[in-house]
Each structure stands twice: as structure tokens, then as C-alpha cells.
């Protein structure tokens, strides 16, 4: 039996799917049947469980919940896992643990978390390792997530309305298909290679940002050049913007996202058998034309 938390997420819905179809019995909790602030509630749903899939977690930088449901909830699922007599326990990290460190970034790279998202999912990491003599822990660390979500379709609204690209897009833009992700975690689960072990989960190719914003233009049919403005006038902008939210996803925190340097290490994973095998652009240009479907 599987225990997957955060079910309703978008890692967590596939996660159910794609383990449901190669035939694993799973337990889906989310927060009504396993809030991960409810310790007896966790106890009880990991019972008879044999791995714990950890995906539930608060994205939002402003909520006031990030740290308690990122480490807390953390520490209170490891700990009702290792109660319950599991055998692993496989958390969902980020590499929004590197921050903006500049060059390729590995499993060896010191973490410099910057945000209160990227120190809570660092903080979490830190938590679980604790428990790793009651429990085998398995942390994870994707790349950005190509999936549907308000995120992505917060960037795809954004380029439809030709805005300029802010620094010129050459930065590093590497990321992961969800599906991808989903069949990652799958390898790990019960592999004995992946005990005790932290991986990055990214697809191979580095792209960079400007090719990214190209693939949503193409996808949209969107003809002509991608405009772009001096990172110095972006941040100005961004700062006037974060008070009138004209340009809804424009802020300060997301520009610096933006202009980060996006290049992972994948070999370690690709070491024990494991590589990504989607094209994170086919899989953005796929959701770019979702997203322009009649709703």
C-alpha cells in the first residue's frame, strides 16, 4: 500500500494515476482524509501502509501557512510513517532549495534558499533526514514542473499579450514534464538504490528562457519577434506594478524567478537508471493550446 498526501495537487494526481495503472494499491489523502497538521489523522491513514509519498505543501510565498504545512506537516508525516512501520518515506522537495546560485547546480551544490517557500522546503529536507535510522527517506527535487496549472497559465497569459521579456531570455530555463516527475518518484518507490538518497529531477536538455517564451509564442500562433527590456527598467517596472497589479504576475519576487539560472546536474539519478524521456517544450506547447480551448 501506497499513501500519497497532497493528492489533489497536480503532482499528486498523477502520482495516483500512474501508480493505480501499474497496478499498486494506494491510499489518496488530501486534506480531509489526511491533513498533515492532524497527527492522529496521519497515524491513521499510513496504517498498513509500506511507502509514503509526501507531495502536499503550501506554494504560495505570502500565505502565512508555508512554514507550518512545509515543515511542520513534514515532520508530523515522516514521523506517523516511521510509527506506522513504513518502509520509505519519498518527500517532494524543490530545486527551489539552490536560490539564485549562478552555474550548474548537483545534489553537492550547497543549498542558499532565499525565499520563504525555497527555506521551508529546505527546512522540510532537514526534518526528514532526522528520522532516516526509523525510516528510509528518499527527497527529490524537481525542476520547474511543466504541468496545467495557474501558474503556467499565469506566464502563457502574460506572453499572449506580447510584454517584453525582461534580461533578454538567455538565462538557463531547464524543466520537467509532470509526467516525468510522476514516473521518477515511481522508480524510487521500494528501490533500495534510491535509500537514503536526495536527486534532482530534471529533464537533460538545458533550454534557456527566451526559447520557452518561443515555444508558447509558436504554440499560440503568435507570428513575429519576442520584444524584451534591460533588466534594470524590468525591476523599476515590477516594483510600480507590485502596488497597482496592472500586469497580475509582474512582481519583484517573480521577476527574480525569472531571471534565474536554471541548470541542474541530472546525472545522479541517470546514474541508477532513471532519465527523463518527455521534451518539456512538446509538453508546454501541448498545455499552451489546452489553455486556448473554449473553456
Not at 147 to 157: F, G, V
Not at 259 to 277: C, H, M, P, Q, V
Amino acid at each position: 500500500m501506497i499513501a500519497i498526501t497532497g493528492s489533489n495537487g497536480a503532482i499528486g494526481r498523477a502520482l495516483c494515476a500512474r501508480l493505480a495503472k501499474k497496478g499498486f494499491e494506494i491510499r489518496a489523502l488530501d486534506r480531509k482524509t489526511g491533513d498533515v497538521l492532524d497527527k492522529k489523522a496521519l497515524t491513521k491513514a499510513f496504517a498498513g501502509c509500506e511507502i509514503v509519498i509526501h507531495c502536499a505543501a503550501v506554494l504560495d510565498e505570502d500565505s502565512k501557512k508555508v512554514f507550518e504545512v512545509n515543515v511542520l506537516g513534514t515532520e508530523n508525516a515522516v514521523k506517523a510513517a516511521a510509527a506506522a512501520g513504513a518502509e520509505q518515506f519519498i518527500l517532494f522537495s524543490s530545486v527551489g532549495v539552490y536560490g539564485s546560485l549562478p552555474g550548474k547546480k548537483s545534489e553537492s551544490t550547497k543549498p542558499n534558499p532565499q525565499t520563504p517557500y525555497e527555506k521551508s522546503k529546505l527546512a522540510a529536507e532537514e526534518k526528514a533526514l532526522e528520522f532516516q535510522e526509523l525510516i528510509n527517506v528518499t527527497i527529490l527535487r524537481p525542476a520547474l514542473v511543466v504541468a496545467k496549472n495557474t501558474y503556467w497559465e499565469q506566464i502563457i497569459k502574460t506572453v499572449k499579450k506580447n510584454f517584453p521579456l525582461p534580461g533578454g531570455g538567455k538565462n538557463a530555463w531547464q524543466m520537467v514534464c509532470l509526467e516525468d516527475l510522476a514516473e521518477a518518484a515511481i522508480f524510487c518507490v521500494g528501490n533500495e538504490k534510491c535509500y537514503g538518497e536526495t536527486f534532482i529531477v530534471a529533464e537533460k536538455n538545458t533550454r534557456t528562457l527566451m526559447q520557452t517564451v518561443m515555444q508558447i509564442r509558436k504554440a499560440a500562433g503568435i507570428g513575429g519577434k519576442q520584444p524584451t527590456m534591460p533588466l534594470w527598467a524590468a525591476k523599476i517596472l515590477a516594483q510600480l506594478n507590485s502596488l497597482a497589479r496592472i500586469v497580475p504576475l509582474f512582481t519583484p519576487a517573480y521577476l527574480n524567478r525569472m531571471a534565474r539560472e536554471r541548470n541542474y546536474d541530472t546525472t545522479k539519478l541517470e546514474r541508477i537508471g532513471w532519465s527523463a524521456k518527455k521534451d518539456s517544450l512538446e509538453c508546454l506547447a501541448k498545455i499552451t493550446q489546452e489553455f486556448g480551448k473554449p473553456k
